[in-house]
């Protein structure tokens, strides 16, 4: 248990100072660069997130479970980093084919012919990091991303200060860094196998056939279910270029950006529960009365989050960067109304991933990917950034409901309660008024809605609060006499 807390609030430490230090990076380039050429930037970034997914297969949780039990560990290493280069090799060139093919800019084929080149270096990192989960030991893929978040701080200052650096300069220096952590991790790496195992020496050049059919045979259903979560994560800005005008792909992209140093939150709070439906697996009476209290909570903790943020959020875009990113304003808003949503549907597909029906899981997945992509040529050539934004919002109002009936239907017995008007309803009438924003006294309306329901859900659910805060971060629980 002790090595499980230390793994979580290294993890913990690790994501709040790396997003952090990307966010501070950002926010410097959107000081120091135009609009216009960061929309080349930021869509070349966002193909990556695409290719280095592909490329790494997904087998994430293959590599945690598999590399524990293995009996050859060095062959294990060493079949997995030649899967992982030689699907990188692929991914990388199936990116650039298909940005000719569909007649991108040169600017951006150049740009992703740079930024892509850390897909091979991350596929590495990603066979070393699930290593270490496995042997419980993250704080070495910690502390070598955090010397990347200082390197890129380092970085940010020196582009702050001069000023005079292309962007394809500066994405060539992020993947000179992205090799640098590559290479703190893989020291990381032998000397804790040397030490643990002196004997252990290291080859490229082992291969394991049966490891190589296992890996494709049983990891199929979760690569597609990350691909397609991913997908319909940042496929909304890719299509955005190709819709509207380049500059809309900054503002989506600065919003997007932003959601991130919050949407890690919900993950660390879904996977802290994730136990307690193991534990509980079977017994649908205590699973629940425990699932339907922990949703509650989460709703009640993520809503006062989201509303503060609505509260600060324009006034803190104001004062960094004037009214430059104003359309990146609503994007933030209209995406950190799925905060709410994403906690519960995480929360309800591990009851599904319990029960080994991930490929229930990926059904879903697969028709909300269809709906997203249909709201984006519905909703972008009029409202732009916004409606990429809304169009990763509304499916996710849909998903909830039928992800619960599904539940309600597969196992009659579990009986998971919480307030749809909390969830659903009060994220539907703040994305209203974000699109209101610009109608006589719609934001004085919004910040005194705002703060009413802040007060509201404070009052209503502080007990509650009170206790998840407890549980969560101090750990206590309730003796028994």
Excluded: W
């Amino acid at each position: 248990m002790a090595s499980i807390r230390k793994n979580v609030i290294t993890a913990t430490i690790s994501n709040v100072f790396n997003n952090a230090s990307y966010f501070i990076f950002v926010l410097i380039l959107a000081k120091k660069y135009s609009v216009h050429e960061l929309s080349y930037y930021s869509l070349s970034f966002n193909i990556y997130f695409l290719t280095t997914l592909f490329a790494s297969m997904g087998i994430g949780n293959l590599i945690i479970r598999e590399y524990h039990k293995s009996s050859n560990r060095v062959k294990f290493v060493s079949t997995l980093i030649q899967l992982e280069l030689l699907s990188a090799s692929v991914a990388y060139g199936a990116t650039l084919a298909i940005a000719l093919l569909a007649n991108y800019e040169v600017r951006v084929v150049h740009f992703l012919f740079i930024v892509c080149l850390m897909a091979f270096f991350d596929n590495i990192n990603f066979v070393f990091s699930n290593a270490f989960v496995s042997l419980r030991e993250q704080q070495y893929t910690s502390m070598a991303s955090m010397t990347e978040g200082c390197t890129k701080l380092l970085f940010g200052a020196y582009i702050y200060l001069s000023g005079g650096l292309s962007l394809l300069v500066v994405a060539a220096v992020l993947v000179l860094l992205r090799c640098i952590t590559l290479l703190v991790q893989g020291t990381f790496f032998v000397r804790y196998h040397r030490l643990h195992d002196p004997s252990a020496h290291f080859s490229l050049f082992q291969f394991d056939r049966s490891l190589a059919r296992m890996i494709f045979r049983d990891g199929k259903t979760f690569f597609f279910i990350t691909l397609i979560v991913a997908a319909y994560n940042r496929l909304p800005i890719i299509l955005l270029s190709k819709l509207s005008v380049m500059e809309q792909v900054t503002y989506m992209d600065m919003g997007f950006k932003a959601f991130n140093t919050m949407s890690f939150v919900p993950a660390i709070l879904v996977n802290t529960f994730y136990p307690t439906i193991l534990k509980h697996l079977n017994e649908f009476q205590q699973l629940s009365e425990k699932t339907s209290k922990f949703i509650q909570a989460y709703i009640s903790f993520s809503n006062i989050a989201l509303v503060v943020s609505y509260l600060l959020v324009p006034f803190a875009f104001a004062i960094v960067f004037g009214h430059k990113f104003d359309p990146s304003i609503g994007v933030f808003q209209l995406l950190v109304l799925s905060l709410t949503l994403t906690g519960i549907m995480s929360t309800q597909a591990n009851i599904l991933f319990a029960h080994g029906l991930e490929r229930v899981d990926l059904i879903m997945n697969i028709g909300m990917f269809i709906v997203v992509i249909g709201l984006v040529f519905c909703l972008v050539p009029t409202f732009n950034s916004l409606g990429a934004a809304l169009s990763l919002f509304i499916p996710d109002l849909g998903f909830v409901l039928v992800q619960n009936k599904i539940l309600r239907k597969r196992f009659p017995a579990l009986h998971i309660h919480y307030s749809m008007i909390d969830a659903i309803v009060v994220p539907l009438i703040l994305a209203i008024f974000i699109f209101l924003n610009n109608m006589p006294y719609s934001r004085i309306a919004l910040y005194v809605l705002s703060t009413g329901y802040l007060v509201a859900t404070f009052t209503r659910y502080k007990s509650v609060l009170y206790e998840m805060i407890q549980r969560f971060f101090f750990k206590t629980e309730t003796k028994r006499a």
